[in-house]
C-alpha cells in the first residue's frame, strides 16, 4: 500500500510540474488569472475517478494588513472542479486559525487528537464545515508563499491523511503560490504596455485635435466587429488596444499636410500614403506589436487590391488591418475633417451599401467583415453616440 500511495504521490507531482513549466512557456502570450490556475491545479489533487485525492479544498489568502479572507472551498462534480461555497472569511485570531497561515505543513487524522470524530469537528469554522457537507475525518494544510500569502487546506482523504498526501499538497501550494506570483506581475507588466500604447498612439494627437477620440473609437470598433465575427478572446483583446495604432506612422507626416483644407496635391498625397509604412516602422519588430504593426501597415489596403502601400489583394491581407480598415472608414466618415463635415449614421451606412466617389464597399472591405458590420451597426452609432456624448462633457 505504501508503494501505490508513493507512485500516486510522483504522479500528482509531476503533472503540477508539467503545468508550471507549461504555464512558464507560454507566459509571454497567456493571460492567466487565480481561478484559471485553481481550475488547473486542483483539479489535479482533487479526489475522483481512481485518483487518491481529498474530497474538498479550501484556499485562503492573506491581506496586507494579516487578516485572511477571500476563502473557498473547491471540490469536483462529475470529474469536473467547482466552487462550493462564497467568500469565507477567517479572524487570524480565532482557534480556526491557528497554524493555518505559519506552518509548513500539518497533517491531521481525527483518531489523532480527539476521544471522537464529533469532537473533531470543533477545530473548524462553521462555514467551512458547511461547505464540506459532512464530517471531517482528516485534513492536510500547508501555506502558500509568494507576494500573496495564505494557506491550502484539502479535507478528508480516503483512509487517513498520510505523509504522502503532504507531499502532494506542498506541491499544490508551491504551484499555487508561484503561478499567483506570476498572474499578479503579469497582469502589472499588461497595465504597463497598455499604458505604453496609448502614449504612443497619442503622441500624434498634437496636429489633429480630435484625433484622440478617434483613435479611441476605432478601438471599440474594431473591437466589436472581431467580437462579432466569432474570433477568439485574446484576439479580440488585442485588436481592441492595438487598434489605435493604425495612425501612429502620421508622427512623421508634416503638419501642414495634416491640417491642410481641401484636396493634397500630388506629393502630398504620396507623401501621406507613406505613413503605414512609417508606422510599421515606429512599430518595430517585437512580438507583442505584431498585430499592431499588421494593422497599420495595412488598414489601408483594399479587398481588390486597389489600396495602398502594397497593394495586397483578399486575404493577403492581415486580418486586423481589414478589421481596422472598416472601423477605420466608418469614424473617418461620421467625424468632421478640415476637408469636409460630419455624416449622419444614416448618411454614413448608404454609402457603406451604395458606396460614394471615393469608396466602393465590395471593393475595398472583407465582404465576412462588411455583412457582420451591417448586423451590428447599431453598436457602432451608439460607441459614436457615446463617445460625442463625452467630448460635450468636456467641455
Excluded at 20 to 31: E, G, H, M, V
Excluded at 71 to 87: D, T, Y
Excluded at 337 to 353: A, N
Aim: charged share 25%.
Amino acid at each position: 500500500m505504501s508503494l501505490e500511495l508513493c507512485e500516486m504521490s510522483l504522479q500528482q507531482t509531476q503533472e503540477l510540474l508539467r503545468l508550471t513549466d507549461k504555464t512558464l512557456q507560454n507566459i509571454c502570450c497567456k493571460k492567466f488569472t487565480g481561478e484559471e490556475l485553481y481550475a488547473e491545479t486542483i483539479q489535479k489533487v482533487l479526489g475522483g475517478k481512481g485518483r487518491r485525492g481529498p474530497a474538498n479544498i479550501f484556499i485562503v489568502f492573506q491581506e496586507q494588513d494579516g487578516t485572511i479572507r477571500r476563502g473557498r472551498v473547491f471540490h469536483l462534480k462529475a470529474g469536473e472542479l467547482i466552487e462550493k461555497s462564497e467568500e469565507i472569511p477567517i479572524d487570524p485570531l480565532s482557534r480556526y486559525a491557528i497554524n493555518m497561515s505559519q506552518a509548513d505543513v500539518v497533517a491531521s487524522n481525527w483518531s489523532d487528537s480527539c476521544a471522537n470524530v464529533e469532537e473533531y469537528q470543533a477545530y473548524f469554522q462553521p462555514a467551512v464545515r458547511e461547505c464540506i457537507g459532512g464530517v471531517i475525518r482528516n485534513f492536510v494544510a500547508y501555506r502558500i508563499s509568494g507576494e500573496a500569502p495564505g494557506s491550502v487546506i484539502a479535507f478528508n482523504y480516503p483512509g487517513k491523511a498520510t505523509t504522502y498526501d503532504a507531499d502532494v499538497l506542498r506541491s499544490l501550494a508551491v504551484v499555487i503560490g508561484s503561478l499567483v506570483t506570476l498572474s499578479n506581475e503579469l497582469q502589472e507588466t499588461e497595465k504597463a504596455f497598455i499604458y505604453t500604447i496609448k502614449a504612443l498612439a497619442r503622441a500624434c494627437e498634437a496636429a489633429e485635435e480630435q484625433t484622440g477620440k478617434h483613435i479611441l473609437r476605432v478601438n471599440r470598433y474594431a473591437g466589436a466587429l472581431a467580437a462579432n465575427m466569432g474570433l477568439a478572446d485574446d484576439f479580440v483583446d488585442v485588436v481592441s488596444y492595438s487598434a489605435q495604432m493604425h495612425d501612429v506612422g502620421k508622427i512623421k507626416i508634416p503638419t501642414s499636410i495634416l491640417l491642410k483644407e481641401g484636396a493634397l496635391n500630388k506629393e502630398e498625397m504620396e507623401l501621406m500614403m507613406m505613413h503605414p509604412v512609417y508606422g510599421e516602422k515606429i512599430l518595430g519588430d517585437s512580438p507583442r506589436l505584431q498585430v499592431a504593426r499588421e494593422i497599420a501597415l495595412a488598414h489601408h489596403e483594399n479587398w481588390d487590391g486597389s489600396g495602398y502601400p502594397y497593394h495586397l489583394k483578399g486575404e493577403e491581407i492581415p486580418l486586423a488591418g481589414r478589421i481596422v480598415k472598416l472601423a477605420d472608414v466608418y469614424d473617418a466618415l461620421r467625424s468632421e475633417r478640415s476637408y469636409k463635415p460630419p455624416l449622419s449614421h444614416m448618411d454614413t451606412l448608404k454609402i457603406f451599401k451604395k458606396g460614394d466617389d471615393r469608396i466602393s464597399p465590395k471593393a475595398h472591405f472583407d465582404p465576412e467583415l462588411l455583412k457582420t458590420f451591417f448586423q451590428i451597426e447599431h453598436i457602432f452609432e451608439k460607441i459614436y453616440d457615446s463617445m460625442e456624448t463625452e467630448i460635450q462633457a468636456e467641455v
